[in-house]
């Protein structure tokens, strides 16, 4: 299975842009890269996904490196609502397998 | 409301009981799956199932068993033989395998006591 790494934690400042770096270099060329987040005490929600194009949505932004090794989940003005962990998912066995989830990175938002 | 429920929230479980864990959706997906969450990890797969009458098992399969007779429900049972059942519980579905995004249901915290 091709493994992704996310740091721990980060913080940001309420209305401020925030970066969440992933890391995939063992990627293979079908791997969709899943973004998946998680409030406390509740089950994850859908974020983005995307195989080789910069994606967006209502929610997020998708950057995806040129060489696929990684990706960066941008969320344009933070809010106090999006604190939570954060997981970068690449599914196992393709586009159409199981997700399975690392720890991910838990987002702190400061007012 | 479109959605899942599981149910209950919180369950006690005596060590030694069986306990069955609800799962129901109604928004017709195919695909349904259970996960394991351990207090600051990530998610693990226990078991799926991407149509009736028919499931898988995932990483943590032990200790736990399935059925999925209806397309609306796959309801986890969690035996005496797994050894460290305190964890929460997700319920999650799909409307296909192939699809992309997963939903999530709210939860259901065990407790053995």
């Known amino acids: 299975d091709a493994k992704t790494t996310q740091p721990n934690s980060m913080e940001s400042n309420e209305e401020e842009p925030v970066h969440l770096p992933c890391n995939h270099s063992?990627?293979?060329?079908?791997?969709?890269i899943h973004w998946y987040r998680q409030l406390p005490s509740q089950g994850p929600e859908y974020v983005i996904h995307?195989?080789?194009s910069n994606v967006n949505n209502r929610m997020a932004s998708l950057a995806i490196a040129e060489d696929r090794k990684s990706s960066t989940l941008i969320l344009h003005r933070a809010t106090l609502r999006d604190a939570a962990v954060y997981y970068c998912?690449?599914?196992?066995?393709?586009?159409?397998?199981?997700?399975?989830f690392g720890k991910g990175t838990k987002l702190s938002v400061k007012p | 409301d479109g959605g899942i429920t599981q149910s209950p929230k919180y369950l006690f479980r005596k060590e030694g009981q069986n306990v069955t864990l609800s799962c129901e959706q109604n928004?017709?997906?195919?695909?349904m799956y259970w996960y394991r969450q351990d207090p600051g990890q990530g998610l693990r797969l226990i078991y799926y199932?991407?149509?009736?009458?028919?499931?898988q098992k995932g990483d943590i399969a032990e200790g736990y068993s399935v059925s999925r007779e209806k397309k609306e429900s796959f309801p986890l049972t969690v035996t005496s033989a797994q050894k460290n059942p305190t964890a929460f519980y997700l319920c999650?579905?799909?409307?296909?395998?192939?699809?992309?995004?997963?939903?999530f249901g709210q939860g259901t915290r065990l407790t053995v006591v």
């Open positions: 999650a579905t799909k409307r296909g395998q192939g699809y992309a995004e997963a939903f």
């Open positions: 199932s991407q149509i009736v009458n028919d499931f």
């Open positions: 063992t990627i293979s060329g079908t791997d969709y």
């Open positions: 995307g195989l080789t």
């Open positions: 928004l017709n997906h195919d695909a």
């Open positions: 998912i690449l599914p196992r066995g393709g586009s159409q397998g199981n997700l399975i």
